[in-house]
């Protein structure tokens, strides 16, 4: 069974940063991909970032592009996200995921992932 929790977040005012953690279990960070999501007040969850298990390439929304870094350090098994010059609209409810094992390809849609963390939330004021 995997299992992931998601830690550090919190409030910032805009222009912080935050990291937020995501420590699996059940699973090995080096043969899986993982992925950020979130979901602000009254929208629905949409994709944040992503890195694949092979390459480690990573890919994010064009929102969060250049302020945003996912990284994953295979030997703790949890990933991260750094963000950077955070943005009021940055506000929500931020999940980690992962898909199948050795699942490949560029994972943005919610339908690719098969485990969710239950989220930890980020309020960027301004």
Same mark, same amino acid.
């Given at each position: 069974?995997?299992?992931?929790?998601?830690?550090? $977040?919190?409030?910032? !005012? /805009?222009? =912080?940063?935050? #990291?937020?953690?995501? @420590?699996?279990?059940?699973?090995?960070?080096? &043969?899986?991909?993982? $992925?950020?999501?979130? !979901? /602000?007040? =009254?929208?629905? #969850?949409?994709?944040? @970032?992503?890195?694949?298990?092979?390459?480690? &390439?990573?890919?994010?929304?064009?929102?969060?592009?250049?302020?945003?870094?996912?990284?994953?350090?295979? @030997?703790?098994?949890?990933?991260?996200?750094?963000?950077?010059?955070?943005?009021?609209?940055?506000?929500?409810?931020?999940?980690?995921?992962?898909?199948?094992?050795?699942?490949?390809?560029?994972?943005?849609?919610?339908?690719?992932?098969?485990?969710?963390?239950?989220?930890?939330?980020?309020?960027?004021?301004?």
């Amino acid at each position: 069974q995997v299992q992931l929790v998601e830690s550090g $977040g919190g409030l910032v !005012q /805009a222009g =912080g940063s935050l #990291r937020l953690s995501c @420590a699996a279990s059940g699973r090995t960070f080096s &043969s899986s991909a993982m $992925g950020w999501f979130r !979901q /602000a007040p =009254g929208k629905e #969850r949409s994709f944040v @970032a992503t890195i694949t298990w092979r390459t480690g &390439s990573t890919y994010y929304a064009d929102s969060v592009k250049g302020r945003f870094t996912i990284s994953r350090d295979n @030997a703790k098994n949890t990933g991260y996200l750094q963000m950077n010059s955070l943005k009021p609209e940055d506000t929500g409810v931020y999940y980690c995921a992962a898909p199948p094992r050795l699942r490949v390809g560029v994972l943005q849609s919610i339908a690719d992932y098969d485990y969710w963390g239950h989220g930890t939330q980020v309020t960027v004021s301004s």
